[in-house]
């Protein structure tokens, strides 16, 4: 990393390209958070890259002033990794959506995860298919009425951050389009994560699925529906910060705190991927009774794992140490030569 | 013991037959490796099932290996075998129609049991070995277990240990029949089994006593001497059309000073270029087996991004997946080689036989107007070539190349006079330079002479830009949904690739006259066959010349004109018609299609039959 001579500004990061989301849509906190993040972390624009697929998110490479890649509907986890490989000094970003990347690119956002370079991917969730205008999305809940399920889909959605921690995730976090402070805290912790970052972002699309997040993010009801995860902290919540989760066994339990003390409560541990696997299984529908509080924050770090991009790279290194630097000529020959006079 | 006689002869076709677990393809391959120690030229064909392992015994099981060598030039593997060597009745059964009338059978006669005949469906009471159908060849018949089993009597391995030996025992009578040197497989043993002692004496003793039966018993009272084939003089080595790819793109890497990146995903008969390429980590050579098709183009397009040269391999079925991608790699204007080794298709079709049937695919197979270089490999040694000049046509001209091989010269061996790295075409790479808050603003589509674009990689100060699939402004490179400017760049893509044929050399006949009656005009693995029949058909008084086109996206300039000296051009293809159209199509001739979809190479005899046929 080189270092950078003069403070760059969120502006530095804003390309000449008009942004052309919808009016009011949820995307355009998520990159006034990035560019006001990127500043910070000291490192000259030209090392980063945003590589994005298909999708109203995916648009975001164009509106920032850094090496960028618009590419094709699934697949920038697949790109992200080859130029992370070759090149691993430079800061590379996934932007996705959550039909780019839990449907159509399903099986290269698992093999990112699993693999681990150290990449640190966007993952946009709105719930609904935006840019090919309203059709439901993998993450979208069952039943949902919308212009290709007009009885309700049937589908059961996929649950991001169970399905990462599945694909053992090093570093998985959820945050909100509505809330920029816990944003751009993730950002920076997913910058900061040497591996693979996974950010899922709750993301409003206003046009097509307006409001499906509305229950987290409007203050009437965020403090009673969301848990904010801290590190070595316990997971209190509720409109007086006045629940907690406490664990029985393995069974997570909420408890009133005018009933019991706040010393009984389950500490967050982000390092802990039993307690991260419980909690990802937070994802109740909130209309039902008895449902827990959906989680913000971190759910896990490891940070013992190798990121790919170095083990890669080592097994270059280590073969040029033992084998020497090759030598064409000797390779081309091969081992049995014969000459005909 | 009566004394042997030495024969001289100018060349001759072996076939090894056995079940797939017989060691046909190893014992195959050391006989090459001898066959090119001892300085005969040669090709080889080797032929099996996909199956892994197919029921023991029976006709969907067996591997063939054929090798034609000689002291005079071999361009093919040879229409039919003069000595078949048939480990088991099922192997018998399905290769004995192309063993010539006349030819010598070596039989092992413990594949010829009971339970061997009725694996093979031969019908009850029937033996080839006694039933006097075998009255036109010259039948050996050898209890290959049996002498294998009582060789190891003392070596304390199990049964099914020793009659994993049986192969070593036909190679060594082989090898005896043939005078060829013995000291290469001896070496290859003693690798191979350095960690296994027994093995390793079990084998080379069962080899050695092939060799000792030849010499001891009555039944074979030849030898042969086939002399060294007098070739261009330089110093050789035995290549694999697939061995020759991966060595072409390590040179064009360490030539190009780029390292390398691999991206893909295992498909037969593609992937020993992944196994090779993996094995040359120390040359800067980066392997990728991604989680599938489409990953591995892909992550091979972020390498080219990043810098690298950037290649991805595989065969039709993963082609047909990596299409977007390919579309995408077009529209960023990036460099990178696609290698497609053909097999039968469509679909998963017969994945180890060979066919030339993706040739569309490769022109045609992507969404809206997505032209890509062409080039097609004829022959192993040229995969080599070939490969080198994909990269260099990518690297230079920023564009995806297409290189086609197929399964018939992947799995294919013949003698090579390599190259120096020296006497290497250069290849000359420059990455866009950076540039100062002061300088003009970057411009990612501004284009050179060729039609290329700067390639500007990331970490490069003052270059920062955005690339992607939507169609983009030339010059700018921003998103443009303007009409004009979208046909502009429609037509710059497709000059693009017509400018290569530029830096491209002529196309010449290959063997014949330069105008005449017929012009046999191939490309790709056809080549062998075509030059064999071309020089029979002009001995016998034929017209005849024979070309190969390599170059098939762009053609070479003169490839028009050239035609134009012949009355008739002939196409032959291992397809249903597929270059023949596009040469009809841009030259308005009348190019006559000749087409073979067997999943088998021509063989020259049918390939004389038909030009006979339409010259007669």
């Known amino acids: ?341 | 013991m009566i004394p042997k006689i030495d024969k001289d002869i100018e060349s001759v076709v072996i076939r090894f037959a056995g079940d797939s677990g017989d060691g046909m393809q190893l014992t195959g391959t050391q006989f090459t490796n001898a066959t090119a120690l001892h300085g005969n030229d040669l090709a080889t064909f080797p032929d099996f099932p996909a199956e892994i392992r197919a029921p023991l015994g029976t006709l969907a099981g067996v591997s063939g290996f054929q090798i034609h060598f000689g002291s005079t030039q071999i361009n093919t593997p040879g229409d039919q075998s003069d000595v078949l060597v048939a480990m088991n009745v099922a192997a018998f059964k399905v290769n004995i129609k192309n063993l010539k009338k006349g030819g010598v059978i070596i039989l092992n006669s413990d594949g010829f049991d009971v339970k061997n005949l009725r694996l093979a469906n031969v019908p009850e009471a029937q033996n080839p070995i006694n039933d006097g159908s075998l009255s036109d060849y010259d039948v050996k018949i050898v209890d290959v277990t049996k002498i294998t089993r009582a060789a190891l009597a003392e070596s304390g391995m199990t049964t099914k240990e020793i009659d994993r030996c049986k192969n070593m025992f036909v190679l060594g009578l082989v090898y005896w029949m043939y005078h060829r040197p013995i000291e290469n497989t001896l070496e290859f043993l003693r690798t191979k089994f350095k960690k296994n002692e027994a093995v390793m004496n079990a084998n080379i003793k069962v080899l050695n006593a092939g060799w000792n039966y030849g010499e001891t018993t009555e039944m074979f009272a030849n030898r042969y001497t086939i002399a060294p084939a007098k070739m261009e003089s330089g110093v050789y080595r035995g290549i694999m059309g697939n061995q020759a790819a991966a060595l072409g793109l390590i040179a064009a890497s360490v030539k190009s000073g780029l390292p390398l990146f691999y991206g893909t995903y295992p498909i037969t008969p593609a992937s020993d270029i992944l196994h090779d390429l993996s094995k040359y980590k120390n040359f800067d050579i980066k392997t990728y087996q991604a989680e599938d098709e489409i990953a591995g183009i892909c992550a091979s397009i972020g390498a080219a991004f990043g810098g690298h040269l950037a290649v991805t391999g595989s065969s039709g079925p993963g082609i047909a997946l990596k299409g977007e991608a390919i579309g995408l790699a077009t529209m960023l204007e990036l460099p990178l080689v696609i290698i497609n080794i053909q097999r039968a298709g469509p679909s998963t079709g017969m994945p180890t036989k060979t066919e030339q049937a993706d040739l569309n695919q490769a022109m045609f197979g992507r969404n809206g107007e997505c032209p890509v270089v062409v080039i097609a490999a004829q022959s192993p040694s040229d995969c080599f070539t070939l490969a080198y000049e994909a990269c260099k046509i990518a690297l230079q001209h920023m564009i995806p190349v297409f290189f086609l091989s197929d399964g018939y010269i992947a799995n294919g061996a013949e003698p090579w006079r390599f190259p120096n790295s020296a006497d290497l075409e250069p290849i000359e790479v420059s990455f866009a330079k950076e540039r100062a808050a002061t300088d003009d603003k970057f411009m990612p589509y501004f284009r050179d002479e060729k039609l290329s674009r700067p390639w500007a990689i990331p970490g490069t100060k003052g270059l920062e830009h955005r690339i992607g699939g939507i169609e983009k402004q030339n010059v700018t490179g921003n998103i443009s949904y303007d009409a004009a400017n979208h046909e502009l760049m429609t037509h710059l893509r497709q000059e693009k690739v017509d400018k290569v044929a530029d830096f491209i050399p002529l196309q010449t006949i290959d063997s014949g006259e330069e105008s005449g009656d017929l012009l046999l005009l191939g490309w790709g693995g056809t080549y062998g066959a075509l030059r064999t029949a071309t020089a029979q058909l002009i001995a016998e008084g034929y017209k005849v010349s024979h070309t190969q086109v390599r170059y098939i996206n762009p053609f070479p300039k003169n490839l028009g004109e050239l035609m134009s000296k012949f009355k008739t051009v002939v196409v032959p293809e291992l397809n249903n018609g597929q270059l023949v159209k596009i040469i009809r199509d841009k030259y308005f001739v009348d190019a006559i299609p000749y087409n073979k979809i067997q999943g088998l190479p021509f063989m020259s005899h049918e390939v004389i039959a038909k030009i006979k046929q339409i010259l007669d």
């Open chain 1, 1 to 341: 990393m080189t270092e950078v001579a003069e403070k760059l500004t969120s502006k530095d990061f804003s390309s000449d390209q008009e942004v052309r989301w919808c009016p009011g849509c949820g995307d355009y906190s998520i990159l006034k958070q990035v560019q006001t993040i990127l500043p910070d972390l000291g490192r000259p624009k030209e090392e980063f890259v945003f590589i994005s697929g298909i999708g109203c998110s995916s648009r975001f490479p164009y509106y920032m002033d850094t090496y960028g890649m618009h590419s094709i509907h699934g697949r920038a986890s697949a790109i992200a990794t080859g130029l992370k490989a070759t090149r691993p000094e430079l800061s590379v970003w996934v932007v996705s959506g959550d039909g780019d990347s839990m449907s159509i690119g399903g099986n290269h956002f698992i093999h990112l995860l699993r693999r681990n370079p150290d990449i640190n991917l966007l993952l946009f969730n709105n719930q609904i298919y935006g840019l090919t205008k309203g059709q439901y999305s993998p993450t979208s809940e069952q039943g949902k009425v919308t212009k290709s399920t007009p009885l309700g889909s049937i589908d059961y959605p996929f649950n991001p951050i169970a399905l990462s921690l599945g694909a053992d995730g090093t570093f998985v976090a959820r945050t909100m389009d509505r809330d920029p402070k816990h944003q751009q805290a993730m950002i920076r912790r997913a910058y900061d994560h040497q591996g693979t970052s996974l950010v899922e972002i709750y993301q409003n699309c206003n046009v097509f699925n307006d409001g499906a997040f509305e229950i987290y993010t409007e203050k009437s009801s965020k403090k009673e529906q969301t848990l904010m995860m801290e590190h070595g902290k316990p997971l209190v919540f509720g409109e007086n910060s006045d629940k907690g989760i406490k664990l029985d066994g393995f069974k997570p339990i909420i408890v009133d705190l005018n009933d019991s003390s706040v010393n009984d409560l389950w500490i967050h541990d982000e390092e802990d991927l039993v307690k991260a696997t419980i909690l990802s299984r937070f994802y109740d529908d909130p209309s039902k009774g008895d449902h827990f509080p959906r989680p913000f924050g971190v759910f896990y770090v490891n940070n013992h794992k190798d990121t790919f991009d170095k083990l890669f790279n080592d097994q270059i290194a280590y073969a040029k140490e033992k084998m020497g630097k090759g030598d064409l000529d000797k390779l081309i020959a091969g081992k049995e030569t014969w000459v005909v006079n």
